[in-house]
């Protein structure tokens, strides 16, 4: 696939990512399931109960019902969660969970836009203590992730404070345009569900990467590009010549707390949007890191 390099005169352009079914091949927050178990997060009966959520998730996803008594549960179950712990936790894991399910058509793409001039931006629904160390991993310039709140005891209180979730999504993609310069006509976007509509019709080069029964029938309509993506591999694995450029001013927009990310708190769930922001920030809340 041939890509043109950027002018960099000319406006800014990115490519938007959904993480989870469109650029590795699982729920990201719920992979780590078995950590927490180990780490004495959860007992037996939520990490089956969250085996079981994952295997709902990759049959195919939850209706709305579905998704809003998860969203409940896991925000239920997370309160009290030390953050530090999630983070070490998915520190210690993260190599062994997250990279042998990266597609590799994912990890081609992120290093062709990156070599055309683009920034590649993470959108995911997971939380920012999952999100920001899997975007690292791939080289992303830039996460927008759901944050939890987080008390002055250092643990997550249960209550969500930025949901990055359907039209959500599209606002923070505007709003990065807005700062960073980015002519979201000329901008790319990936996901794999309905949900993200909102985004994808925010710029001018949507594709759909394995679709969910809806997206598929929007993308047809709308001529969009549907792609398949079907083969995970290790980072290490391809091709000797892929390395991924180191990113150290990657960028946390909306960095979420941490347990929620993990346990798959925000996940996928409730399709009411929940915009409340970072207190004295914008409403993405940009962060570098």
Not at 42 to 52: P, W
Not at 219 to 226: H, L, N, S, Y
Request: hydrophobic residues 40%; contains cysteine; glycine residues 6%.
């Amino acid at each position: 696939m041939l890509w043109l390099v950027e002018n960099h005169s000319s406006p800014r352009t990115a490519a938007f990512f959904d993480l989870d079914k469109t650029v590795i091949a699982k729920s990201s927050t719920l992979t780590f399931g078995k950590s927490f178990y180990q780490g004495g997060l959860i007992n037996r009966r939520d990490a089956l109960r969250t085996a079981y959520t994952q295997f709902v998730f990759l049959a195919g996803g939850a209706d709305h019902d579905q998704m809003e008594r998860m969203r409940t549960y896991l925000s239920r179950l997370c309160k009290g969660w030390n953050v530090q712990q999630v983070r070490e936790l998915v520190a210690e894991t993260l190599h062994e969970l997250i990279d042998p399910i990266i597609y590799d058509e994912a990890a081609s793409l992120i290093e062709e836009h990156h070599a055309a001039g683009r920034d590649v931006v993470i959108v995911s629904t997971s939380g920012a203590e999952v999100v920001e160390p899997i975007g690292e991993m791939l080289g992303a310039d830039r996460v927008v992730a759901t944050r939890m709140v987080v008390g002055d005891d250092g643990c997550f209180t249960g209550e969500v404070e930025y949901y990055a979730y359907g039209p959500t999504k599209a606002e923070a993609v505007r709003e990065l345009a807005a700062s960073e310069g980015y002519d979201l006509s000329r901008c790319y976007a990936y996901s794999d569900s309905a949900t993200d509509l909102p985004m994808l019709e925010a710029v001018g080069h949507p594709h759909a990467v394995n679709p969910d029964r809806t997206l598929r029938r929007e993308a047809a309509a709308r001529e969009w590009p549907v792609l398949v993506f079907n083969r995970p591999v290790r980072l290490k694995q391809r091709l000797p010549s892929f390395r991924m450029p180191p990113r150290p001013t990657l960028v946390a927009v909306a960095a979420i707390g941490a347990a929620a990310a993990t346990a798959g708190l925000v996940w996928y769930a409730s399709r009411r949007r929940q915009p409340a922001s970072p207190k004295g920030a914008s409403t993405t809340g940009l962060v570098r890191i």
